[in-house]
């Protein structure tokens, strides 16, 4: 069972205005999470992370906040551009655990 | 350089073969991984090396061999592969480990078996 879950297999924003890509997970254990993204035919990229200490954290146009009682974080992309177009996944970990779960992914279309 | 390179980057190859995916990183961390990306499914954690040494199998069938002969490079050795073992394989290194380290990923080999 995914105990990572991504449940948008994808969305499409119009250049300039906010994407917001979603991700839930079950495992209560689970205190870090960071959001990589994917351009075809490469590697996956670090992007942002969070530690389940803080709700919130930002990085320029990106922000990632999270809501532990729900079980639940949002990467928040703002102005989007074209060149955000890509796959984003969504990953997690426990603290010393020896494995990083990850969504199956959203791909985020970014219309100009 | 790219930090973190896979060969081949494309494989086709029959259920009998014996086939080698190599990876090699530029990044001079201590910890790399294999992770399988089939259709639609999450990114699955395959293999764990911390220093040379093997810490994680993720009850990967035994068709599947990693070897990991120094930091900087590892192999996944795969023998009489089946069909639904075709994916993406993602190679990937860290130094500070999986549960707070980013990892960086190379461009990944896809298989294809026949």
């Known amino acids: 069972d995914q105990q990572v879950k991504q449940n948008s297999p994808s969305l499409s924003v119009q250049e300039g205005r906010i994407s917001i890509l979603n991700c839930d997970y079950t495992?209560?254990?689970?205190?870090?999470f960071l959001w990589y993204k994917k351009y075809p035919a490469e590697g996956p990229t670090f992007l942002i992370s969070?530690?389940?200490?803080?709700d919130k954290n930002e990085d320029g146009r990106f922000t990632v906040f999270l809501n532990k009682s729900a079980k639940h974080l949002s990467l928040h992309i703002v102005p989007s551009q074209p060149g955000d177009s890509a796959v984003y996944f969504c990953?997690?970990?426990?603290?010393?655990?020896?494995?990083?779960?990850f969504g199956t992914g959203t791909r985020l279309t970014v219309i100009p | 350089e790219t930090g973190v390179t896979q060969t081949p980057r494309h494989l086709v190859m029959g259920m009998t073969n014996k086939k080698s995916l190599k990876c090699e990183q530029h990044?001079?961390?201590?910890?790399m991984y294999w992770y399988k990306q089939s259709a639609k499914k999450p990114l699955e954690l395959m293999f764990v090396y911390n220093f040379k040494e093997q810490t994680e199998n993720n009850s990967v069938p035994s068709r599947f061999s990693p070897e990991c002969p120094n930091s900087s490079h590892l192999f996944l050795h795969l023998h009489t592969l089946q069909p639904e073992d075709s994916a993406l394989y993602l190679c990937?290194?860290?130094?500070?480990?999986?549960?707070?380290?980013?990892?960086?990923f190379g461009e990944g080999s896809r298989l294809t078996v026949l």
């Open positions: 990953a997690a970990s426990a603290a010393g655990a020896n494995n990083l779960f």
């Open positions: 990044l001079g961390h201590n910890a």
């Open positions: 495992n209560s254990m689970f205190d870090y």
């Open positions: 969070i530690s389940s200490i803080k």
């Open positions: 990937a290194s860290s130094s500070r480990g999986l549960s707070t380290g980013e990892l960086f």
